[in-house]
Nanobody, 120 residues
Framework: QVRLVESGGGSVQPGGSLRLSCAAS????????MGWYRQAPGKERELVAT???????TYVDSVKGRFTISRDNAENTVYLQMNNLKPEDTAVYYC??????????????WGQGTQVTVSS
């Protein structure tokens, strides 16, 4: 079994910062891409940022220059540092990872989601 456990969500005023963490655990052989998606009320889930095994990163345009994704391979953990938060960043944030298990199966895994609310 593979699990992704997220932490770090919460409420913050516009211009504030939050840091999300997501730790993968279980029968892991290797992790390819890790990243973050978000889903706001009434909207579809959108990709926020990704970090591949070759250390390549991507960001959705709306967060470039404000969010930074990083990864600790030794701890199988991905982080999302979110600065200068805006009300439109309010959403449930989901961690994502493409993982090959020790049994040789490769699947996409999701965290349980963590709420981020930006409001004055």
């Amino acid at each position: 079994q593979v699990r992704l456990v997220e932490s770090g969500g919460g409420s913050v005023q516009p211009g504030g910062s939050l840091r999300l963490s997501c730790a993968a655990s279980g029968s892991i052989f290797s992790i390819n891409t890790m990243g973050w998606y978000r889903q706001a009320p009434g909207k579809e889930r959108e990709l926020v940022a990704t970090f591949t095994s070759t250390r390549s990163t991507t960001y959705v345009d709306s967060v470039k220059g404000r969010f930074t994704i990083s990864r600790d391979n030794a701890e199988n953990t991905v982080y999302l540092q979110m600065n200068n938060l805006k009300p439109e960043d309010t959403a449930v944030y989901y961690c994502y990872a493409r993982i090959t298990s020790r049994f040789g199966y490769t699947n996409n895994y999701w965290g349980q989601g963590t709420q981020v609310t930006v409001s004055s």
